[in-house]
């Protein structure tokens, strides 16, 4: 028998003028509850459209009406030059000071009881760790959802490579429509033009990643702030004054990072937690971590080829109720009850709960790589094998941490059939022999490849994947190395010389079942997800088809070439 609750009862206030701190005023939603009050605030700033229906299903994971029946207010706010807002938009620049203003300004309202906590995902979760870098004094916790600190190194590059996916396609499906109108509002021209681009890059996605090059005055005129991040790759003032990890190295205040096994910034993600729960850091103790098998804008129970489990999704295991959970027990001084840790665990699909990530007793385990295609526990004689990296022809991005159309059902993401990239001969593969017991992988998984390239540059991508008893290969987490970035500043290759290679594959928790095997595979490309390397020394953004070469690339390895996976191993239980 259902019990009636009755719904509670609030006063919406439209578009209210929040005012930053060089006139600019914001537009703002407040969900006020009916009553004496005051309350605390539950504050989103987004980008998206506050009054968006997708705002409270993908990007929130919050409905105002469950907040206000919880004992809060609610603030939906548009982030500046973006849809009610004023001023122009230009993403991460100002919602350091934006947010740390609208923090302020909330604690200062009669309806506030001086206290504000900040929650939402994707960019909506930057919005939260660029406030808190401005270390507002009412701000009191944090709930970033698949999102992360880093702007540069984990948003738009990732080892060195351009997310172009995530790029490109953000900007047509998510910023174009709102922004290209304003921003060209007093050049008729301009506008015309830029509208015309806009639609036909939207048109053809695929033609659109394919295009060469990717900077061009299309994209600077639609999305001039994609132009200056692609002719930019390497760290600069510009990227250090939005970079949260130098701003505010060690988080201050409590927070729920929620991140997703298969989400574009699960690295990043998993960087600013690790930074947050630091021994050193003055909310160490009140940082709780929540790893879905997720991936951008899906948080359901389907993810990648298969179904998961009523209880993998988002609302199975209740990210609405957590997040309630943490900012009313911060709130009233007390221990929110909720697992430090609670992870998903691929492969067998059951959630976990642990005191600290990474797991304790995790230790690396070496799988070399071994002649005839051999992935072993032990090194074997010393052997190579080779492969042409053509720009021309990359390998298809198939599943993985992918921002690609499909994007809400992951059509194009998670645990996918490998088949279709392994059959390519421009993709080498290793494989064990069948397990004799269950393996779980629990934490990042690196590469360290031995290899030479004949071209001054080169991508080394790597994919983990699981190979069950019917010869099925499903991908569980990959990673990409832009060979001129391997020590940081970019540097050419010393072609056909052998040079240690690292590469994050990415993180994960999965089990490999008795009689799986670990597979891995290692190529040159993974297109559309990143760019395409020329692999000469030029500017890869404004690089076309002219300026790239084939690069034939070798993995050695042996006794005095080590090249194997690392994989981060938990105890059995």
């Known amino acids: 028998?259902?019990?009636?609750?009755?719904?509670?009862?609030?006063?919406?206030?439209?578009?209210?003028?929040?005012?930053?701190?060089?006139?600019?005023?914001?537009?703002?939603?407040?969900?006020?509850?009916?009553?004496?009050?005051?309350?605390?605030?539950?504050?989103?700033?987004?980008?998206?459209?506050?009054?968006?229906?997708?705002?409270?299903?993908?990007?929130?994971?919050?409905?105002?009406?469950?907040?206000?029946?919880?004992?809060?207010?609610?603030?939906?706010?548009?982030?500046?030059?973006?849809?009610?807002?004023?001023?122009?938009?230009?993403?991460?620049?100002?919602?350091?000071?934006?947010?740390?203003?609208?923090?302020?300004?909330?604690?200062?309202?009669?309806?506030?009881?001086?206290?504000?906590?900040?929650?939402?995902?994707?960019?909506?979760?930057?919005?939260?760790?660029?406030?808190?870098?401005?270390?507002?004094?009412?701000?009191?916790?944090?709930?970033?959802?698949?999102?992360?600190?880093?702007?540069?190194?984990?948003?738009?590059?990732?080892?060195?490579?351009?997310?172009?996916?995530?790029?490109?396609?953000?900007?047509?499906?998510?910023?174009?429509?709102?922004?290209?109108?304003?921003?060209?509002?007093?050049?008729?021209?301009?506008?015309?033009?830029?509208?015309?681009?806009?639609?036909?890059?939207?048109?053809?996605?695929?033609?659109?990643?394919?295009?060469?090059?990717?900077?061009?005055?299309?994209?600077?005129?639609?999305?001039?702030?994609?132009?200056?991040?692609?002719?930019?790759?390497?760290?600069?003032?510009?990227?250090?004054?939005?970079?949260?990890?130098?701003?505010?190295?060690?988080?201050?205040?409590?927070?729920?990072?929620?991140?997703?096994?298969?989400?574009?910034?699960?690295?990043?993600?998993?960087?600013?937690?690790?930074?947050?729960?630091?021994?050193?850091?003055?909310?160490?103790?009140?940082?709780?971590?929540?790893?879905?098998?997720?991936?951008?804008?899906?948080?359901?129970?389907?993810q990648g080829d298969g179904w998961l489990g009523y209880d993998a999704s988002a609302w199975g295991i209740d990210i609405q109720g957590q997040q309630l959970e943490l900012f009313r027990a911060v709130l009233d001084g007390r221990e929110p009850d909720l697992p430090k840790v609670r992870y998903f665990t691929g492969g067998i699909d059951v959630w976990r709960t642990a005191d600290r990530w990474p797991l304790p007793g995790v230790a690396p385990q070496r799988w070399h790589l071994r002649q005839d295609g051999v992935l072993g526990e032990e090194a074997g004689v010393a052997g190579e094998c080779s492969f042409v990296a053509d720009p021309d022809d990359p390998v298809p991005t198939v599943g993985g941490p992918s921002f690609l159309p499909g994007l809400l059902m992951a059509t194009n993401s998670g645990a996918k059939d490998q088949a279709e990239v392994e059959a390519r001969d421009d993709v080498l593969v290793w494989t064990s022999p069948p397990l004799v017991e269950d393996l779980h992988v629990a934490g990042t998984v690196e590469a360290e490849l031995w290899g030479r390239c004949d071209q001054e540059d080169c991508d080394w991508t790597v994919r983990l994947c699981d190979v069950d008893a019917d010869g099925l290969s499903l991908g569980v987490t990959d990673g990409i190395l832009r060979a001129r970035y391997r020590d940081g500043a970019a540097s050419p290759l010393v072609p056909d010389e052998v040079t240690r290679f690292v590469v994050t594959v990415g993180s994960t928790s999965h089990l490999f079942r008795a009689g799986h095997r670990v597979r891995v595979q290692v190529a040159g490309s993974n297109f559309p997800r990143f760019d395409r390397n020329p692999h000469r020394m030029v500017p890869v953004a404004t690089s076309t088809p002219e300026d790239a070469v084939p690069a034939r690339q070798t993995v050695v390895w042996g006794p005095a070439h080590p090249s194997s996976l690392v994989l981060p191993v938990a105890p059995p239980g």
């Open 1 to 302: 028998m259902s019990v009636h609750r009755p719904a509670p009862s609030f006063l919406v206030r439209r578009d209210v003028a929040v005012p930053m701190r060089d006139g600019v005023r914001l537009a703002t939603d407040l969900y006020v509850p009916d009553g004496p009050g005051p309350w605390p605030v539950l504050l989103a700033r987004t980008p998206y459209g506050k009054e968006s229906a997708f705002q409270s299903q993908f990007i929130l994971n919050l409905e105002p009406p469950h907040a206000v029946a919880a004992g809060f207010a609610v603030a939906i706010q548009d982030t500046r030059g973006r849809n009610g807002s004023e001023g122009s938009f230009w993403p991460f620049a100002a919602e350091r000071s934006d947010g740390a203003d609208t923090v302020d300004w909330l604690a200062a309202q009669d309806f506030c009881d001086g206290r504000v906590a900040m929650y939402g995902a994707s960019y909506v979760g930057a919005t939260q760790w660029l406030a808190a870098s401005g270390r507002p004094e009412a701000l009191v916790a944090i709930a970033p959802q698949l999102s992360m600190d880093h702007y540069r190194a984990d948003w738009t590059y990732q080892g060195g490579a351009l997310q172009l996916g995530l790029e490109v396609l953000w900007v047509l499906e998510s910023l174009g429509a709102a922004d290209v109108p304003r921003r060209h509002a007093d050049a008729p021209e301009d506008l015309a033009r830029a509208t015309e681009v806009l639609a036909r890059l939207q048109h053809d996605p695929p033609a659109t990643l394919a295009r060469r090059p990717v900077l061009d005055e299309d994209l600077a005129l639609i999305a001039p702030y994609t132009a200056s991040w692609l002719a930019r790759p390497e760290e600069d003032a510009e990227w250090d004054a939005v970079d949260v990890s130098q701003l505010m190295p060690r988080l201050e205040v409590p927070a729920l990072h929620v991140v997703g096994w298969h989400d574009i910034f699960c690295e990043g993600g998993l960087q600013a937690y690790r930074r947050a729960v630091d021994p050193g850091a003055p909310a160490a103790d009140r940082q709780y971590l929540l790893a879905g098998p997720w991936s951008h804008g899906n948080m359901s129970d389907w």
